[in-house]
């Protein structure tokens, strides 16, 4: 049923929830003909690489290593896997890959988007296995500061695939270390030794406005088959060490283009859309902030709320993020002014280190190799400027698949619960509803009745009205004199 749901979400928002013959044609042909020659391609494969992801990814974007380098920087490199190499501009899995722009992740199915001959075999950095990456190697100094970064093709071997819990568990300190980190000499110091260096430039970005939120996602679980509930993904050290990475080689590669004369795709998060709600969200908990939008006054508040209020941080962190406003692409030209992420505290920031599950990513590394080469950009600035426009519509249709198969999820889940009663937080309020989340299971449903006065953050009791698991709909009302303070 959900699965059927998925299906026709995906229909109606203009995605295509299968690949044409040809692209799976051109899949199993890229399987028997195996990778294209490259030129100029380093031999890294000695280097202690390893890939930190969810305990069932198999796509696998990118490897992480880092070494002593000189003046007192440690070497921080990134290995993206190197898609381009196997999807062809103008094919069929490339006319896939543009129409819909980003893998989708819905609580019944994935809907990839590439092949999976390609995204989790080919042109995914599988454990024990050589595969060819574009590497970002950045210098970074003792306080986190990026001080230089080149980009170059490489041969690269995953030596472990790890896995975020299992590796947050052991830094954490409450389990060893995982066998497969056990078993390959130094990679237990190597990674401790990235998320000290991590640690060093997210509190380098902290200074700067970067902004401390802790937003769980879901994750649905089954047995038998069957959906049985929708638990927090949340974050940990592991995540953070990776996510910290990242957000390093996507500033590093826009840096790189820009010096190489290059418009590229830039991800950008504007000052936010509703930033006076914020401003009274924050005195509501008898904190003043800025009357115009601030990211480090409001990353301080962030902060302080954290140590005071740890358990309600998280609604805390949903309501700001909601009124933080979409991200979306944007096209960057050389010499121009910068682009900002409110968020990240960054400028000139690209998408660049997940090409099997973004299209921005597979354009820029199309980009990186011809900056890398010599040659003029593969893409006119109009395409790039249409590109940009069509992923940040594709990316949120694709969220809203989720979100409406979620909701479906959660309806079939609620569904033997009608007038059961739950607290939760408001995480939307405008003509178009009201919008309530609530933790167990994590679902989100409109406020259909007693909405009057209330805003996004607002915690208020609500009870289960009505569900429809076709249309993914679930109806709060809320009962008289059950606002929670």
Not at 348 to 353: E, L, Q, R
Not at 368 to 392: I, M
Not at 420 to 428: E, I, P, S
């Amino acid at each position: 049923m959900l699965t059927e749901i998925a299906r026709r979400a995906m229909a109606e928002r203009g995605l295509l929830a299968d690949f044409s013959p040809t692209a799976l044609t051109e899949a199993e042909a890229a399987r028997t003909n195996g990778a294209a020659p490259e030129p100029a391609v380093r031999d890294q494969r000695d280097r202690l690489w390893c890939s930190i992801d969810n305990d069932d990814t198999l796509d696998l974007d990118q490897l992480s290593v880092s070494e002593p380098g000189s003046d007192g920087a440690v070497r921080l490199l990134v290995a993206v896997a190197d898609v381009d190499t196997f999807v062809a501009r103008g094919s069929a899995i490339d006319a896939h890959a543009q129409a819909n722009t980003t893998s989708v992740y819905t609580a019944a199915a994935v809907f990839p988007m590439l092949p999976e001959t390609l995204s989790t075999d080919l042109s995914s950095l599988r454990e024990g296995q050589e595969r060819l990456a574009m590497v970002v190697d950045m210098a970074v100094m003792a306080d986190g500061t990026v001080a230089e970064a080149a980009v170059y093709r490489a041969r690269v071997w995953n030596h472990a695939k790890l896995t975020y819990d299992s590796v947050a568990a052991w830094l954490d300190g409450r389990a060893p270390a995982p066998e497969k980190v056990a078993k390959v000499a130094g990679l237990d110091a190597q990674i401790r030794e990235q998320e000290r260096v991590a640690a060093a430039m997210k509190k380098r970005r902290q200074e700067r406005g970067a902004l401390t939120l802790e937003t769980a996602g879901t994750r649905p679980v089954f047995a038998g088959g069957v959906l049985v509930d929708l638990r927090s993904d949340e974050k940990n050290r592991a995540k953070s060490l990776i996510e910290e990475l990242m957000i390093a080689a996507n500033s590093a590669v826009a840096g790189f283009l820009e010096r190489a004369g290059f418009p590229s795709i830039r991800r950008v998060l504007r000052s936010p859309e509703r930033w006076e709600r914020i401003v009274e969200l924050a005195a509501g908990l008898g904190e003043p902030l800025p009357s115009k939008p601030d990211a480090v006054a409001l990353e301080r508040f962030l902060l302080r709320r954290r140590a005071a209020a740890p358990a309600s941080f998280a609604d805390l962190s949903l309501a700001v993020v909601k009124l933080l406003g979409a991200g979306e692409y944007v096209v960057g030209l050389p010499s121009a002014l910068s682009h900002d992420h409110f968020g990240l505290a960054m400028r000139d920031y690209a998408h660049s280190t997940a090409p099997n599950r973004r299209y921005p990513d597979l354009v820029t590394q199309r980009m990186l190799k011809a900056a890398v080469d010599g040659r003029e950009s593969p893409y006119a600035l109009e395409a790039l400027v249409g590109l940009a426009a069509h992923c940040s519509r594709q990316e949120d249709n694709a969220a809203k698949v989720e979100r409406q198969v979620r909701k479906s999820a959660a309806a079939l889940l609620l569904s033997s619960r009608i007038g059961d009663r739950f607290t939760g937080v408001v995480t939307g309020a405008s003509a178009k509803g009201t919008w309530v989340r609530v933790a167990r299971p994590v679902v989100e449903g409109k406020l259909v009745r007693g909405f009057e006065g209330v805003d996004v953050g607002d915690r208020i009791e609500v009870a289960l009205s009505a569900v429809n698991v076709e249309r993914g709909l679930i109806d709060f009302v809320r009962p008289a004199a059950a606002t929670t303070p």
